[in-house]
């Protein structure tokens, strides 16, 4: 399984962009990149997730390096709701689908007004 | 927006007991996982069922925990003889065409 390398802690000024690197230099080609938050205990919540190209929904902003080897999680404007332990997986592929995720510590971001 | 169901939401038990946590998927997702995590810890893998079988474990995943989908909707996971160390949240989760896993909010298990 591809393993996964992050900040321990971040912090981000309310209304600002935080942008939460992770380094993941041993992903094979059908390894996709996920990204997950959980908020004090509650379950992880889904964020986004992307192959190659750079990924973009409501929530936030995927943009993986050309080789594939480190990716960049973007949330634009910051809000103190956003504070959360971020965490950056690999997705171990297991046919079509399915595949467990394997979570590493994260990042714990930190939104301050 | 769908959501994963779990219940109850705090389980209190003495050592030894048998719990039965609860979960229902989302009703047209297919692959169900159950995850576990420590207070101030990762997150960290059980077992994943598909197809009314179980399709990965892990060493977390002994004799002492069994997975069923009795119904079609509700997904359990039965801890028979628990420990002090069972104590932590469970997540169940499940994934759906788009990759995306959802997780429920989790049953917190305090064993005494």
């Known amino acids: 399984d591809a393993k996964t390398t992050q900040p321990t802690s971040m912090d981000c000024a309310e209304g600002r962009a935080a942008n939460l690197p992770c380094n993941h230099s041993?992903?094979?080609?059908?390894?996709?990149v996920y990204w997950y938050r959980q908020i004090h205990s509650q379950g992880p919540q889904y964020i986004i997730h992307?192959?190659?190209n750079n990924e973009t929904n409501e929530m936030a902003s995927l943009i993986i390096t050309e080789d594939r080897k480190s990716s960049t999680l973007i949330l634009p404007h910051a809000t103190l709701r956003d504070t959360a332990v971020y965490y950056c997986?690999?997705?171990?592929?297991?046919?079509?689908?399915?595949?467990?995720?394997?979570f590493g510590q994260g990042t714990e971001l930190s939104v301050k007004p | 927006e769908p959501e994963v169901t779990q219940t109850p939401s705090h389980q209190v038990t003495q050592m030894g007991q048998e719990v039965i946590l609860r979960c229902v998927p989302i009703?047209?997702?297919?692959?169900f996982y159950w995850y576990r995590q420590i207070l101030g810890q990762k997150v960290e893998f059980l077992v994943s069922f598909y197809n009314n079988e179980i399709s990965e474990k892990s060493e977390i995943f002994d004799d002492q925990f069994s997975v069923e989908r009795p119904d079609g909707s509700n997904f359990t996971l039965k801890i028979r003889s628990t420990k002090l160390e069972d104590s932590a949240m469970y997540f169940c989760a499940s994934i759906g065409q788009n990759y995306g896993y959802t997780f429920g909010s989790g049953t917190r298990l305090t064993v005494v």
């Open positions: 041993t992903i094979s080609g059908n390894e996709y």
């Open positions: 997986i690999v997705r171990v592929a297991w046919g079509n689908q399915g595949g467990k995720l394997i």
């Open positions: 009703s047209n997702h297919l692959y």
């Open positions: 992307g192959l190659k």
